[in-house]
Nanobody, 122 residues
Framework: QVQLVESGGGLVQAGGSLRLSCAAS????????MGWFRQAPGKEREFVAA????????YYAGSMKGRFTISRDNAKNTVYLQMNSLKPEDAAVYYC???????????????WGQGTQVTVSS
């Protein structure tokens, strides 16, 4: 199992940008596909984006595509989520996760970070 720690969340005005980071521990980081999910209070956790272990393939939820970009730097054991044109509805706790393959299903991921809070003001 890989250990994950998210960072980079905070308060941003609508239309602004944030870059989330997910630092992974262990030398097996590049064996995992990685994903970002988010969860607002009282709502279920929803898929945001995912990236293959090689970084060659990515997948986005429809509402994020064109605004969010997922990337990874295996040499730094880090996954990023660049979020642009943020909207109030993007406010949530964002979680980093690892799994065996590129997927948008929460059941395909096993390791999770603690989450980082993103707040968007209007």
């Amino acid at each position: 199992q890989v250990q994950l720690v998210e960072s980079g969340g905070g308060l941003v005005q609508a239309g602004g940008s944030l870059r989330l980071s997910c630092a992974a521990s262990g030398r097996t980081f590049n064996r995992y596909a990685m994903g970002w999910f988010r969860q607002a209070p009282g709502k279920e956790r929803e898929f945001v984006a995912a990236i293959s272990w090689s970084g060659d393939s990515t997948y986005y939820a429809g509402s994020m595509k064109g605004r969010f970009t997922i990337s990874r730097d295996n040499a730094k054991n880090t996954v990023y989520l660049q979020m642009n044109s943020l909207k109030p509805e993007d406010a949530a706790v964002y979680y980093c996760t690892a799994g065996p393959r590129l997927s948008s299903s929460i059941t395909d991921f096993g390791s999770w970070g603690q989450g980082t809070q993103v707040t968007v003001s209007s």
